[in-house]
């Protein structure tokens, strides 16, 4: 039982974009409400996106609001995905991210990293010109 990165990650200008996508292994994804963190040089690792398990609940989707309007969460369930796609990207943004996943009874907060099971093995992100 895994979370892995499937792809994504890399080295872009500022104003561009890149996508990141996780694939689960060994368990199914739709009992999973599943989340996107990050960290930069020297900071502390910070939720960026949330996507519940219950897509009609009416937080099925959150956003930092430092990206919001910016990046983008979505989910497959039938693929097993997560993928989160980041545009008008800035220096701020620059860090690893990592892909994580939560049991759908979970209660803590979305942006508590201690409440997820899973957790992919990150990838970089650097946005430099």
């Not at 979370?3 to 080295?11: N, W």
């Not at 430092?66 to 980041?86: E, P």
Request: hydrophobic fraction near 30%; aromatic fraction near 12%; include cysteine.
């Amino acid at each position: 039982q895994v979370l892995y990165v499937e792809s994504g990650g890399g080295l872009v200008q500022p104003g561009g974009s890149l996508s990141v996508s996780c694939r689960a292994s060994g368990f199914n994804l739709y009992d999973y409400s599943v989340a996107w963190f990050r960290q930069g040089p020297g900071k502390e690792l910070e939720g960026v996106s949330y996507s519940s398990h219950n897509s009609a609940a009416a937080d099925s989707t959150v956003y930092a609001s430092s990206v919001k309007g910016r990046f983008t969460i979505s989910r497959d369930n039938v693929k097993h995905t997560v993928t989160l796609q980041m545009n008008n990207l800035n220096a701020a943004d620059t860090g690893t991210y990592y892909c994580a996943a939560r049991w759908r009874g979970a209660q803590a907060p979305w942006d508590h990293r201690v409440s997820y099971d899973y957790w992919g093995q990150g990838t970089q992100v650097t946005v430099s010109s």
